[in-house]
């Protein structure tokens, strides 16, 4: 948690404690580590960008991404609502820049000078790079947030998906100087333009296999390093100078290497800039704004997984549009945080800010001395970590989206993905909105998801409990939170649900949250968007140590769950029962026995039970000569549903459960009875058919009185048959106020 001043009760920037040695060596380690791979990283960003006839531009591109790295991963420290959080430029938009630097570069060259393209190309990119920053200040500024996360979820997937294909048709473009065409596809096959794209085609396929099969921060910066001393030792066995490999176009080619890699857009370069060209191209400025949002919202997700707390997004928002304004005035491109590396920093126990400041250090050390070294940067390396990206996105939303997603989700993450294809972006994102709101209206509904919300005082199980037992309930029962589901649950109203359960779990005023009771009678169904909050939620109850109880998921749900993580073993989070009562009892017995009220088998005499209901035990007495004993065993059905009723039982010692039998050979828990309960006087009173069949559910002691009983009773001793009736009508009562609590709190 944050640090707070006393003043203020503001977030500090620092904990003093983050300058203590113990904890400085940690985050210098970190932040060099994570500065070494996000360089590595960015780099191939720049490459892509500033491919083809942009080349020249490379080792400006090179400063671009290093100088928007030096500032998004220091103000993102800095501002981040969680500490140890690491950001570096966005790998999501970099296909869309290079399509729109491709497409400024050759809307100028015609009848232009170099200068003026250059300078169009470096002030669209700039422009991009300072709307974007403005939007996500401005979602933060006036809390809007949490609308992002209500784009569909398979929009999501195709758009990430689409910008993972563009990025490995880009890998192939960046290696082999050739644009991926149907018509210049037989040419990639020619034997020595495979030699150019091949290794880095198979350094990512490795790396990819390697990090699904097994995850460690280190995994990445090993196979840097690994590719750097390959690919020089293989020069060095083959006899290939650094000429010949540079001209071969196995390096890059550094037109600029000497001086400052960073150019900034300066006045000169705004005055060289055809500004109508730049206006023109607005649609890519749009498409690389929702790629931005999207790959914020993916990355924050994933953050709060992996760190396992919550973060403020309108904050991330802010502090990420502060960082890419800044980045945009300097010629930068977009950055945000990255999960990977900041996982990795929490991994190596270095989650505080001065992490993420030694990370921006190392990307100032890259920028400005790192101009001699791009013409030994191999382009192999650079395009197979392109590849990488590429394969990584594919493989989340088309082999992970295969097994997580809906088949109609699923359809739609494959449509965009060959729109994009064959149209671009834009055409694609749309397609896919439209087919996500003609999902959303056949299957979603306005219902809101939580039908009733109601707490252990206002709402209690069908097991009957002793007087004291049911009052300590009524007093400690705000802990036991119950939210009665209903309709179709997706991303959206999931997200509310968790947002709820959080309020009630802050709730400072009212009794600690001990149990949130989920009950999904009425809600069937939940896409595969809507799982990330019940993991959420999950990870809430660990933290704040309450349980949650789940009643009556449908086996698809459950399936969901598991691959959520949940397990039907019993876990200390959360609980399953197959329906709302049973649940709620088992929450009830846990509240009792914290407040050391364990409930015991009843040792009292029937007599000795009834005595405090009636003026005297002479009386009592009295009224046990009526009545008749009868032990039974377990599964004795003392009464049937449908036969007429004849008989009161009174329950000594054991216990019996009520059913309503529904067809299918289904039936349904109405109420369970303990010693002291009377069971069948309604139906006797009223001379109905039994409504309910009774069930013993241990062997258990009664004592009956039949109807012919009672009726010579009211004949022989009218003062006892006065004293029972009034006996029968305050048990009904009783009844009759704990069911209207129960309807009103349903009815609010």
Partial sequence: MNQLTAETGRPKFFDPGEFHLSRLLPSLLAGTVAGVIAVSSVLSFALLIFSGELAPLVPAGVGMVLFSGLVVSGIVALASSAPGIIASPQDGPAPIFALMAATVASATAAGSQAENSTSTVLSAIALTTVVAGIFFYSLGKFKLGRMIR????????????????????????????????????????????????????????????????????????????????????????????????????????????????????????????????????????????????????????????????????????????????????????????WPGISFMAHEMKAANRMTGIFTSLVFLIALLFGASLISFLPRPLLGGLLAFFGFAFLGQW???????????????????????????????????????????????????????????????????????????????????????????????????????????????????????????????????????????????????????????????????????????????????????????????????????????????????????????????????????????????????????AGEIYFIESGRVTVYLELEGDQKLRLRSMGAGSVVGEMGMYLNLERSATVVTDRPSVLYRLRKDKLERMNYQDPALAGEFHQFIVRLLSERLVATNISLKALLE
């Fill in 150 to 337: 209500f784009i569909p979820y398979p929009v999501i997937g195709g758009i990430m998906a689409g910008t993972g294909w563009l990025m490995l048709i880009g890998a192939v473009a960046t290696m082999t100087d050739r644009a991926v065409t149907p018509d210049s596809l037989p040419s990639l096959f020619d034997w020595k333009v495979i030699l150019r794209w091949l290794p880095g085609m198979v350094f990512a396929l490795a790396l990819t296999v390697n990090l699904r099969l097994k995850s460690h921060f280190l995994i990445l910066p090993g196979y840097i390093v690994a590719g750097f001393v390959i690919f020089f030792v293989v020069l060095l066995l083959s006899g290939i100078t650094l000429e010949e490999a540079s001209s071969a176009g196995l390096l890059l080619q550094a037109h600029e290497s000497s001086g400052m890699l960073w150019r900034p857009v300066t006045p000169a370069v705004l005055a060289l800039t055809d500004w109508r060209i730049v206006f023109n191209s607005s649609g890519f400025i749009v498409t690389i704004l929702v790629v931005s949002l999207v790959q914020f919202l993916l990355y924050l997700g994933g953050l709060e997984l992996a760190i396992k707390r919550d973060m403020d997004i309108n904050r991330e928002l802010k502090a990420s549009g502060l960082a890419n304004i800044l980045c945009g005035f300097g010629g930068g491109v977009i950055g945000c945080p």
């Fill in 398 to 644: 088309l082999y992970d989206g295969w097994f997580r997603l809906s088949r109609s989700d699923y359809c739609i993450v494959l449509l965009i993905l060959a729109v994009i294809g064959a149209a671009g972006f834009l055409p694609g994102v749309a397609v896919g909105l439209i087919a996500a709101v003609i999902l959303f209206v056949v299957n979603y509904s306005r219902i809101d998801v939580v039908k009733h919300v109601l707490t252990g005082r206002t709402f209690q199980s069908n097991l009957d409990r002793p007087p004291e037992h049911r009052k300590l309930l009524r007093e400690v029962g705000e802990g036991l939170h119950i939210l009665k589901l209903q309709g179709y649950i997706f991303f959206g109203t999931a997200d509310r649900l968790l947002h709820q359960v959080r309020c009630r779990a802050n709730d400072r005023l009212s009794e600690p949250l001990r149990f949130a009771v989920l009950d999904f009678s009425r809600a069937p169904a939940l896409d595969s968007s809507a799982l990330f909050s019940f993991v959420r939620m999950k990870q809430l109850a660990e933290e704040r140590g309450f349980v949650l109880v789940f009643t009556q998921l449908s086996q698809n749900i459950w399936k969901q769950f598991e691959r959520g993580g949940f397990s039907d073993e019993p876990a200390v989070s959360f609980r399953l029962f197959p329906d709302l009562d049973y649940g709620v009892e088992w929450c009830e017995d846990q509240l009792l026995a914290r407040e050391k009220a364990i409930m015991v088998e009843e040792t009292r005499t029937l007599a000795e039970q009834l005595t405090p209901q009636f003026s005297t035990a002479e009386v009592v007495a009295r009224l046990t000569a009526y009545l008749e004993k009868k032990e039974a065993d377990v599964g004795f059905k003392l009464i049937r549903q449908g036969e007429t």
